[in-house]
């Protein structure tokens, strides 16, 4: 049976994984592009048990507890949203997340308090342009260190997954009319991706967001991840769940 562990650097809230590092690397036993359910918070520094269920879908369990579900899916998206690094760039002085306001300052994708090299300091700011659908467009850029390197001298696939999530959380967070930042906690629930490409580590990255719909508690948004040459990387789509503050923290 493999098994695999989240370490501390990979938290989204202080207590549990980041969602869409979590995502990545259960994907990684699933050939193509992959669905990811998450069930429960992703327990961190625990040896978590991969297992190949016989009606298909692969689990990720702690013990008994199952944590995620994940199956083979394809991921189209309607239009895929494209900024240039500078214009990137550009957007992330716009972030409507402050570092004083962040409610997960240590996420490993876009928490404030991470360090250069650790963390991947993603701040997905506005474009100011619509989608398809009117929605906000929003981008961020990404600069992989070498310590997200696979044994192929590529980044590892776990980290497009990771660099694609938080910018699906910040477009399914912004309000395009004020320009403010709903502070509803949200959660992570459900993710799909596709991988086209890796990038080098140092290679110059665009991500960009954009949200597709609401449903009660749900926020579905997409986007997509460009390397330094304009070649598509990988493209996701994400669904977010609006939560309790404690439940976000892990405390419930």
Known sequence: MTSITIDKRYCGPPNSGNGGYVCGRLAR???????????????????LDVVATDDGPWEL??????????????????????????????????????????LLP?????????????????????????????????AATWIPDSSLTGEDGLVAPEFLWSALD????????????????????ILLGRMSARIEARPRPGERCVITAWETGRDGRKRVAEAAAHGEAGTLLA??????????????????
């Open 106 to 138: 240590t996420c490993f994708v876009c928490g404030p308090a991470r360090k250069q090299g650790d963390g991947l300091r993603i701040f997905a700011g506005p474009l100011g342009r619509q989608s398809l659908n009117g929605s906000a467009v929003l």
């Open 29 to 47: 036993h699933i050939p193509g592009g992959a669905e990811v359910t998450l069930r429960t918070p992703p327990p961190l520094d625990t040896r």
């Open 235 to 252: 493209v996701a789509r994400a669904t977010w769940i609006a939560v309790d503050r404690q439940v976000q923290l892990g405390r419930v």
């Open 166 to 185: 938080c910018p699906t959380g910040y477009a399914s967070s912004y309000d395009r009319e004020s320009g403010n930042f709903d502070r509803t906690p």
């Open 61 to 102: 369990r702690d013990g008994a507890l199952v944590v995620a579900t994940g199956r083979p899916a394809g991921v189209e998206i309607a239009q895929l949203e494209k900024a240039g690094f500078d214009e990137a760039r550009a957007a992330e002085l716009l972030t409507p997340v402050k570092p004083h306001e962040h």
